[in-house]
């Protein structure tokens, strides 16, 4: 299983955009790369996947490098609603989610 | 709207009573999963069906089982809960088992044990 590592925390101010990072330098080459969220006392959120191409959907663009060793999730606008634990999970065929440490973002007002 | 339903959403149980949790969905999907998250953890995959199909992780305790009577429910047994157990146990499904499906979460159900 491909491993990952992000930034434990982050900050960004509201309105601002913010780019969160992931490195998966083990990862395979047919290996999805998952983003999701969680919210306080919720279940994780699908936010965005990709495989090679980067890719845009409302909620978030995901920035994907040539080599897919890492990649970012770009949030255009942090609002505060925003402020989360985003999980990047490199996604084998067998689908099933290893969930690494994820980044803590703190949305300040 | 078509969703991960995970029933009670708190429970309560005792040192070594056993308890059941349940998970069911309206999304009509093949996969369905069992995960762990204890405090200010990520969450841990405990063992997922395709289908029928059962797969444990192979670090997953022996104390916790899973029954999938049909496609639209889940259950998670823990046969003797220890206070070790206590956490937020979350369902999530996926269409299918290919690496681009989405899973879909349900709110999940937080574990006490007395």
């Known amino acids: 299983d491909a491993k990952t590592t992000q930034p434990n925390s982050m900050e960004s101010n509201e309105e601002e955009p913010v780019h969160l990072p992931c490195n998966h330098s083990t990862i395979s080459g047919t290996d999805y790369i998952h983003w999701y969220r969680q919210l306080p006392s919720q279940g994780p959120e699908y936010v965005i996947h990709?495989?090679?191409s980067n890719v845009n959907n409302r909620m978030a663009s995901l920035a994907i490098a040539e080599d897919r060793k890492s990649s970012t999730l770009i949030l255009h606008r942090a609002t505060l609603r925003d402020a989360a634990v985003y999980y990047c999970i490199p996604q084998n065929t067998g689908n099933q989610f290893y969930f690494g440490t994820g980044t803590s973002l703190t949305v300040i007002p | 709207d078509a969703m991960v339903i995970q029933n009670p959403r708190y429970q309560v149980t005792q040192f070594g009573k056993p308890v059941t949790l349940s998970c069911s969905q309206t999304l009509n999907h093949n996969v369905m999963y069992w995960y762990q998250q204890k405090s200010s953890q990520a969450p841990k995959l405990l063992f997922h069906?395709?289908?029928?199909?059962?797969?444990n992780e192979a670090d997953t305790p022996d104390n916790f089982q899973s029954r999938r009577p049909n496609t639209s429910f889940c259950f998670l047994d823990i046969r003797s809960p220890g206070l070790g157990d206590a956490a937020m146990y979350l369902c999530?499904?996926?269409?299918?088992?290919?690496?681009?499906?989405?899973?879909?979460f349900g709110p999940g159900t937080r574990l006490t044990v007395l």
């Open positions: 990709g495989l090679t």
């Open positions: 999530a499904t996926s269409k299918g088992a290919g690496g681009y499906n989405e899973q879909f």
């Open positions: 069906y395709y289908d029928k199909d059962f797969n």
